[in-house]
Each structure stands twice: as C-alpha cells, then as structure tokens.
C-alpha cells in the first residue's frame, strides 16, 4: 500500500511540474527596521534585502515602489484623480489639499549593493536604479537602503488618523522592490489602483510608543514581550524600560506586509478547526458588539473557503480595522467597520478570501484585476450563501445585473484593460468585481458546477505561492473538464461582445414541436433549454457548441438531460425539436438557472416575452 502511496504522489507531483515546466519567479528577502515618531507621523528606517534573480535575464538595473510618495499635491494619483470622469469620492481633490505636515513621503538617505554605494533616482513613485554590474540568472545581491518616510492623512488604503479614529493603517508603507517576471519589470507608478510583489520573506522590527498595539502579516516573535493578547501561557516578560518597545514579526512565504496600531485596540482571537488562529484587532468603542458577533462567523466562513477552494496554509490570519472600506494583504486585511452588521461579515470574507485569490494565486492584479477582485467575489457570495443558508443556484445574481447594466451601455472596456488604464472608475469596478465574478459563475455553466469546483481547487494546490495569468488558469479548466475553452476566454475577456439568445419560433410539426432559437449577440455559448410540460414534467435539453469539443459533465440541474447535437455558433439559428405536441407545452425558458449572462432576458422564454411572463424557477440542492 505504501509503494502504491508513493507511486501516486511522485505521479501528482510529476504531473504539477510538467504543467509548470519553465516557470521562474524571483525571491526577495527582507530584513527591515524601523523607529516611529508617533508625534510627528514619521519614522526612520533600516532596510535589507537579498534579491535572487531567478529569471534566464540578465538584470542591468532594478526599481522600487515608493507608494508614500503618491500622497503629495501634483502626483499622478492626485492629478488622475482630479481628471477622471468620475473620480474615487475617498480621493477627489483631497490630496492636492495636503499641507507639509500631512503629506506622504519616502526619502531615501542611501542605498548600497553588497556594500558599495550605488546610483539611484527618485522618479514620483518609483526608484530607479542603475546598476554597477549586472545580476546574472542565478545570482544573489543584497542591497541595503537607510530612508526616512512620513506617514501621510489617511486617503487611500495607507495613512494615519483615518475617519473611524485608527491613528495607523500602514500598508504601502515601505520602500518595495517591483517585481520582475516574464513580462519584463512591473514599475508602474501608484495611480491608486492595484498591486504585484515578489514571493519571499519578511523580518520586520517596529519600534513604536509602548502603549500602542500592533497588528499584521506574519507572527510575532516576541509575545511575552509585546503582551496584549499575543503572549502564550508561560510567563509574560516585562517590557524594557522606555518610552517604546519593539515589535517584531516575521513572515514566511509572501509577497508584501502589512500592518496597523492604536493604543484602543482590542485583541481578540478564535481558532478554525484546523489550528488556525484568526486576530480580531479593533477599536474599543461602541461596535464591540458587533466585532463580538462577527467571529464564530468569519470562523464558519474560513472554514467553508477552506473546504470548498483549499486550506489555508499560515497559522493565523488578523482582521483589521483600519484603511478606507476593506483592502487585502498577505495574512491579514484591514477594513472599516461603522456600517451594518451585514456589511462586515461581507467585507470580512471579501477581502479573507483574498488570502486566496491574491494573497496565495498572486496575479498580477494590476494586469488582471478580474482574476483577483472577480474570483474573490465569487468564492464571497458562494460563502454568503451559505452562511445565511440561501442555497440558491446562483448566489451571483447582483453581480449578473451589475455587469448586463454596463454591458448595455457603450462605455464598456474589455478585462484585459490594465487597472490604471480604465477610462472611468465606475468601468474598472463593474468589470474587476461584477464581469470577473460573472466569468467563473458562467464558467461552472459551460464546463458544469461540480467541475468548476474541482478546477478551482486543483488550480489553487498546483498554482498557490506563484504568479499565475490566464493562461495557467484556462489550462487548468481544460485539463479539468476535457473541453477546448479559447473561445470562452477570447470572446468574454478580450472583447466586450455580448451574449443574447432569444426563442424566435414554436411550431408544431405533426406530433413533434420544433423550436427555433436564435443567437442575437456576438458572443456565442452553449445552451440549455428546459420544456415544462403541462402534465407538470421537465425535460432537459442541453445544447453544446461545436468549438468545445464536448459537452460539460454533472450540472446544478437534477432532472434527467438529452445531449442535443452541437450548435455550429456561425448557424445564426439552431433547430430543436421535442418529441411532443405544442399543446402539451406550458413553458420554455432558456437558461432557468441564470447563469449564462444574457443581456436581454425577455426573449427566453415562451410563451410571452415580458417582465410578466412565467419562468420556471429552480431552488439549490
């Protein structure tokens, strides 16, 4: 039995490095320390860090994020958002507003690669550095960097003094290597949007005023030391004397670092049934109730994500207040929390789940902002729904509306536009939550529910603590489901084709009844087509396309289905024929479990083609 164990692991593990074979990624090792002056909102630092340049090039110069330095008036962030149509209401004109003492700012005091100084520029957003000589495919370098940073009025995500009284959401917070991939250097400015990180490790000591508690990536290293709440049984230690005490966390196996204080915070923590500890660190106020409430919830939520998309792989994760509304970063988020009970159980499983979708399959989500904020609010609503016991077949239907309104309109942009590049923030939001949540919920429609599920698992165990683009993710359905899925991604993702499918015609043909459906828009998919016959029976009737090569497997419907012949999607029409009479029809609908994003829903069902009409209505298992 034993051999036959090993056999199937060295198969499995075979398989994962044949689908990854030439796949590289850089390695970054960060040792940082910090001082904080909490009186003037600045701090000094001390940061190391070992680079390993894992790619076939050879690299003659390297860049970093400065993403303080966007908080200052005439930066790119201030100046697109004082130019676009319709700008973020947390930015506006806010930053150009920012006095001296509020602004953000990285100065950077030296910089040194293995021990010799080196030249650099500060260029907005980014450092640009010009190498002395070049790192070679394989080779190490350390470079080590002295800089003094001041923590900006909190506007966007990172900041101090935020509108629910959190004195620090310090996220962005730090000067950070960009990452270098396949594509080439991802150097792009921070205009506001999102991010992309090199996989490694972080060391960080925050020496911070004593009465102040932390909270953030990675583990604390000195818990008896740091107390409030993270020590363990043994004996606490008194802090050293001073005004200040450091805090020291380290983080395996990520890709940034977070972190927040408040001398109001609360601690709490509850455990997963797997030994994970999730932090609740939050103001004391009079929300306490509700921070009380939301824990053996967000534990039941974990718990569902960790058993439907993969088991989380650190020992802790924290939830957060702090930010503007929720943001994600690795082993913890940070969130605000003075609105419903509703909304924060909803923002705290959103961004959890990015621990999954970002924090572990780190896309480049400033390239594909769709498979990070789309596949997050698909596994989120999947949660909810089972949260609150709903058991729907689409637990998605918001997200359906929110993209058909925009789908309706000529303002549309296709997912492939680069985060920064959107014309209009209200398009970026509609197609990164709505369109890429819309894409997996449509592709469990295509491929059938249980294989979307099975895909999405094996895509997070072959492709967690990597990069992965589209690509690797289309493979993965494929390899999954046995079916040819270009089409899918070429018309859904690089386009902004629509999908519309109408019945045209029910005619009867002696004691058979012939059906004409007909493709209005340019997108085309595969159908189903349920009869409900007066007698009370349903009849499956499942259209597949030609360009699939197949048909998908076990599907949400129980009821018994006839594979039909595959639509040619060039046909403008399709001819279905029942085996039965029209008089002994009572209804057709196309697609009864709202899944296929049709933008025009009217024409799907017969008889009648009005807001009116009956559909036939089908519950979750």
Request: charged letters at 25%.
């Amino acid at each position: 039995m034993k051999f036959i164990q090993s056999i199937l692991l060295l198969t499995v593990i075979g398989t994962s490095c044949t689908a990854q074979k030439g796949y590289w990624q850089q390695h970054a090792k960060y040792e940082m320390a910090i001082d904080m002056d909490v009186n003037k909102h600045q701090f000094t630092g001390h940061q190391k860090l070992t680079y390993t340049n894992n790619s076939p090039d050879t690299l003659t110069s390297v860049f970093y994020h400065l993403y303080y330095n966007a908080f200052q008036p005439g930066s790119m962030m201030d100046v697109r958002s004082r130019t676009i149509e319709d700008p973020d209401p947390r930015v506006e004109d806010r930053i150009s507003k920012l006095s001296d003492s509020e602004i953000g700012y990285h100065k950077i005091k030296s910089l040194k690669r293995d021990g010799k100084n080196i030249n650099y520029k500060v260029v907005g957003t980014i450092l640009e550095v010009k190498l002395d000589k070049p790192i070679y495919p394989g080779k190490k370098t350390t470079f080590e960097m002295e800089f003094e940073s001041q923590v900006p009025i909190q506007i966007r995500r990172t900041g101090r003094d935020n509108s629910e009284g959190v004195d620090y959401s310090m996220t962005q917070w730090y000067p950070k290597m960009c990452e270098y991939d396949k594509e080439g250097w991802a150097s792009n400015p921070y205009i506001g949007r999102e991010f992309h990180g090199i996989w490694g490790e972080f060391d960080v000591k925050i020496t911070i005023d004593k009465n102040y508690v932390l909270g953030g990536t990675g583990y604390v290293q000195n818990p008896q030391e740091v107390g409030h709440g993270y020590e363990n049984k043994a004996k606490k230690l008194s802090p050293p004397s001073g005004d200040k005490l450091t805090w020291h966390f380290n983080a395996p196996q990520v890709h940034d670092f977070a972190w927040a204080a408040d001398p109001d915070f609360a601690h709490d923590t509850t455990a997963l049934d797997n030994g994970t500890i999730v932090h609740f660190i939050y103001i004391k106020d009079t929300l306490v109730d509700n921070w009380k409430d939301l824990q053996p919830i967000a534990k039941k939520g974990f718990e569902f994500v960790n058993k439907e998309f993969g088991v989380y792989p650190y020992k802790q994760y924290s939830v957060i207040q702090g930010g503007d509304g929720g943001m994600e970063y690795p082993m913890c988020t940070l969130i605000t929390a003075h609105g419903s009970f509703a909304g924060l159980v909803s923002v705290t499983m959103h961004e959890g789940i990015h621990s999954w979708f970002q924090g572990l399959l780190a896309t480049n989500e400033a390239k594909y902002s769709w498979m990070d904020e789309g596949f997050c609010t698909f596994a989120q609503y999947k949660t909810l729904d089972y949260l609150y016991e709903k058991n729907t077949l689409n637990p998605l239907s918001r997200n359906y509306m929110g993209y058909i309104r925009l789908a309706k309109t000529d303002k549309q942009e296709p997912l492939t536009t680069h985060a920064d590049f959107y014309k209009r923030n209200m398009v970026y939001g509609s197609n990164s939550y709505s369109k890429g949540a819309v894409f997996l919920m449509q592709l469990g429609y295509i491929v059938g529910e249980p294989t979307l599920m099975r895909g999405m698992k094996r895509y997070y165990y072959e492709w967690r603590f990597k990069h992965p683009p589209p690509l690797d993710f289309k493979r993965i359905m494929e390899k999954e489901s046995g079916l040819e899925l270009d089409w899918y991604f070429e018309q859904f993702v690089e386009t902004t084709n629509t999908i519309d499918y109408a019945i045209t015609d029910v005619s009867e043909n002696g004691s058979k009844t012939e059906v004409t459906l007909e493709r209005i828009g340019d997108m085309p998919m595969p159908l189903d087509v349920v009869v409900k016959m007066k007698d009370g029976s349903l009849k499956w009737h499942y259209i597949p396309m030609r360009i699939m090569r197949g048909s998908k497997g076990e599907d949400l419907l129980q009821i018994e289905r006839t594979n039909e012949s595959a639509w040619p999607w060039v046909y403008p029409t399709y001819s279905l024929t029942l085996n039965c009479t029209k008089s002994e029809i009572e209804e057709i609908v196309i697609d009864p479990s709202n899944r296929l994003a049709d933008i025009e829903l009217n024409n799907n069902i017969y008889p009648g083609s009005n807001e009116n009409s009956k559909k036939i209505v089908f519950k979750g298992n």
